[in-house]
């Protein structure tokens, strides 16, 4: 069974860091592409970052020289640290598995196959 369990969220003030993980067992990690989408209240699930099974990385406009994306095949994790934080990044984050190695143009929720449970980040202002 596939599981993802992220971790790392918390309240931070405007301008400040904050390190997401998500360690994913049950699959065969390093043969997976990954990503994190977040959720704001009311609003739909969106894309923030993926990367693929090789290390390349991608990220939406909104979050591009602010956010990074990361992936250690020995520990099963994929990483997000996010800086310069702002009130508008709050949100939960859920990290997601692809059903192969390629995340390249997948940028919809049902690209993705297996998801977290979620982990808050709330940024004051």
């Known amino acids: 069974q596939v599981q993802l369990v992220e971790s790392g969220g918390g309240l931070v003030q405007a301008g400040g860091s904050l390190r997401l993980s998500c360690v994913v067992s049950?699959?065969?990690?390093?043969?997976?592409?990954m990503a994190w989408f977040r959720q704001a209240p009311g609003k739909e699930r969106e894309f923030t970052t993926s990367?693929?099974?090789?290390?390349?990385?991608y990220y939406a406009d909104s979050v591009k020289g602010r956010f990074t994306i990361s992936r250690d095949n020995a520990k099963n994790t994929v990483y997000l640290q996010l800086n310069s934080l702002k009130p508008e990044d709050t949100a939960v984050y859920y990290c997601?598995?692809?059903?192969?190695?390629?995340?390249?143009?997948?940028?919809?929720?049902?690209?993705?196959?297996?998801w977290g449970q979620g982990t808050q980040v709330t940024v004051s202002s």
């Open positions: 990367i693929s099974a090789s290390g390349a990385s």
């Open positions: 997601a598995s692809v059903s192969g190695r390629i995340v390249f143009g997948k940028r919809r929720a049902t690209d993705y196959d297996y």
């Open positions: 049950g699959r065969t990690f390093s043969n997976y592409g």
